[in-house]
């Protein structure tokens, strides 16, 4: 199966594989994210001698015959006679003064649940070996929190780490090469339904239609993915009445902390502040503020940034009684199809297109460079109203205004007018306009407007 995207976190990766000292990596990131697939890759290419080792949940005598019988099948070895995890690291790391080797313990939390201070027993041996050997131990996990408490202050390995890679979503541009056989409206359409988490992307099938994509995966009883996200939710929350109260305030557009306390039935404050602040490390939420105002607590705005959890909380979770009892194209067309063309996917499309903005961003393509990207508060004196532009830039020279439309007709002369005129009725002031469309414009650019077509969108490199 061909390996999709991540091309800096490879590069990275094989980096620290390959050079002729000693190091310790540390691979985190949420549950299906392709942390595995990641450090296989990186092995494929490695010039070293490797062993992969997946820890499981099993006393740490199993956890080191399973890696004693990997050393002797992997390296033609007799086997090992080592009882102890310790032993296990003491002959690699003596192994490793005369070769390079590397050593990865995939799901490091197991191991650590089932071996009494194992973060400090390997501090150790990283200490006791640092000048001599050259063996490089990357660890990886699912649990984020975890792998996150390695590198606080309190932790032994403090200071130890050489590379950290916090694995997260892809963006819709390399989401979309697991699909490239859709046009790019339908690109747009996946991506905002399942996301940049390969694992779900490789189910996606582009020789069917989005709809049947959706219903096959997600929306139909028994789909492959329909639990996906309580799982997750489950495996990190205790009290998960209390996140699906949240998480569907969310999805129903409940942005500010009291209105989510209200619409939620959180009992209170604290109890909404610690359950937000446990879904942000999940990736689930994120909490964000204008650009224009970024200290203002008031204006704190908190949203679903995971796409699949947004579709399951909107479509799923919220009509699953009719979902069990209902034919599964029915379902899709009663609940799912108008609300998600008119509505959904326009959302998201807005969050692609900041993605969009940060990659022409990183490589080069924007001159000045952008430095901040964002929503923009504004007042506006003349109607007597006050709200949020969705996406702003801030760069040496100005403000950039963006409008987003993900409609079927073209952008016309007038529409663009009429934007442009409600924001000078603010103080924004930008030095440019950009309109982003999905089906094109009836005008062409000039010098303080910009126009940019879908297909752009999936041009960069």
Known sequence: MKFIGRTRQLKQLENELNNDRMSF???????????????????????KKSLYYECKQVSEKSNVNAICELLSEHFNLPKLGLDSIEEVLDYLFK??????????LDEYPYLREGIKGMDSILQAKLDQYRDTSRLTIVILGSYVEIMKSLLEHSNPLFGRVDLVINLQQMDFY?????????????????????????????????RKTVKENIIELISAPGARLENEVTMYLKSEIAKITNANEVIDALSRGYSKFSDILSQSHVTSSPTLADILNKLIKMEIVEKSSPI???????????????????????????????????????FYNKYIAQNFEEDYVPHRFETICRQYLIRKNQIGQISPVIEKIGKYYYDDPVNHRNGEFDVVTLDEKGYVFYEVKFR?????????????EQVKSTELNPYKYVFISRSGFDISPSENLDLIDLADLFELG
Not at 30 to 44: H, M, P, T, Y
Not at 179 to 195: L, T
């Open 25 to 47: 990596a540390l691979i985190y990131g949420r549950r299906r994210i392709g942390k595995s697939e990641l450090i296989k890759q990186a092995l494929k290419d490695c010039q």
């Open 95 to 104: 192994a490793a003064e005369d070769e390079k080797l590397v050593l990865v």
């Open 174 to 206: 390399d989401s979309a090469l697991f699909y490239p056989n859709f046009s790019a409206e339908d690109k747009i359409r996946i991506y905002s339904v399942f996301g940049g988490i390969p694992y779900y992307n490789r189910l996606i099938d582009d």
């Open 292 to 330: 224009n105002d970024e200290n203002n607590k008031k204006k704190k705005h908190y949203s679903i940034c995971d796409n699949l959890s947004l579709f399951y909380y909107r479509y799923i979770f919220k009509y699953s009684s009719q979902q069990k009892i209902m034919d599964e194209d029915v």
């Open 408 to 420: 079927k007709a073209r952008i016309s002369k007038a529409i663009i007018y009429k934007e442009i």
